[in-house]
């Protein structure tokens, strides 16, 4: 049925505007994600030192070029896709015309090649193709497979199981795909999630996780924000929240600077928890800003709120979810980062995050929410 809207002239004027004024801008200067998709991201994580190679131990990659946007685009791109009338078209329909991998794929995303290309040093953009696509088949999230294979990788290198893998070997990652699929050997094992498969080899202070869900490909050992963003995030490491590389990786926020980054990070989080509600897409949150939030919501429901109101409102959807979180056990230890991140530097940038830099975001954090020094919020 049609969704009925309070003012239907006001919405579709508004939307014509913001659909104009990004074309507009896109004439004079094309969108990176249209041109070469998200896989354009890996520029800015490897100039800066922050993309996560094998298994978290350094934050840049030799062969990052050859897995990068640019040669997914100028060799194996056959169109760009899109969502239902959106103009920057993220979508890479993709084709490997010859070779052990031949065929027509999706992706991969920017994600997708820094867990299997970054964490297992994967130098060939076919291999992780073909990854993604037998993810993608097998119903298995790219990013906690590329985890999973690089904790797997270590624990053999340590000497903790025995099975065929290492770094640099993309049959070998395929075959550990498949067996975490069907649950055969240890594929039973990791299948159960990163945290239990971690406890099982006695590596539980290797595994890379919060809350049981594996980070993104952006090390919080440089942007300190993604850091709190993964602490905090109510499902675990989780990018999507609030989105806060763009503005680290941006040079918008100051990746280095402690105090204060806490209330700008949960401003950008109550704007991003509205893009839930309203059902908007995450690559739009420069060109919503709250007044043009606040037009849309006049427009569908009536509501006249200003900035201040749309954050009561997107502040409840976090209290209600961290509520729930509590109430099935979760403690404030649970809001922490791997110890990987405090105790070992990155080479490249000698890097970390540590302890006390965690505890002040951490702690601004609960305060600029409104909630008590254990990170509760008030009763309903």
Known sequence: QK???????????????????????????????RTYGTAITIVGTQ?????????FQQGTFEDWQKIGGETLTDTYLVRTSACFSCPISCGRV???????????GEGPEYETIYAFGGLCELDSIEEIMHLNDLCDRLGIDTITAGNLAGLTIEAVRQGRIDYPIDYGQAESVARLVEDIAARRGIGDTLARGIRFAAEEWGMADQAIHVKGLEPAGYDPRVLKG????Y?????????????????????IVD???IPGKAAVFAEWEDRLTLFDTFVLCRFYRDLYQWDQLAEILRGTTGLDLDAAGMRRIAATVSDDARRFNLREGLTMQDDQLPSRFHKEALPETGKVITTEQMEQLLGDYYRARGWNAKGEPPLE
């Not at 939307?15 to 969108?31: G, H, I, N, V």
């Not at 100039?47 to 298994?55: A, D, E, K, M, Q």
């Not at 993604?226 to 963003?229: E, K, Q, R």
């Not at 905090?232 to 503005?247: I, V």
Request: charged letters at 25%.
């Open 94 to 104: 993709t084709k490997i015309s010859d070779g052990p991998y031949q065929g027509d």
């Open 231 to 251: 602490g905090s995030s109510d499902r675990g490491a989780c990018h999507l929240r609030a989105t806060f590389y763009k503005p680290e990786l941006a040079g």
């Open 47 to 55: 100039n800066i030192g922050v993309l996560p190679t094998r298994n």
């Open 226 to 229: 993604m850091g709190l963003a």
């Open 255 to 257: 990746k280095d600077v």
């Open 3 to 33: 969704i009925p809207l309070h003012d239907e002239n006001a919405f579709k004027s508004a939307a014509r505007e913001y659909l104009d004024r990004f074309k507009d801008a896109s004439k004079t200067q094309p969108p990176p994600l």
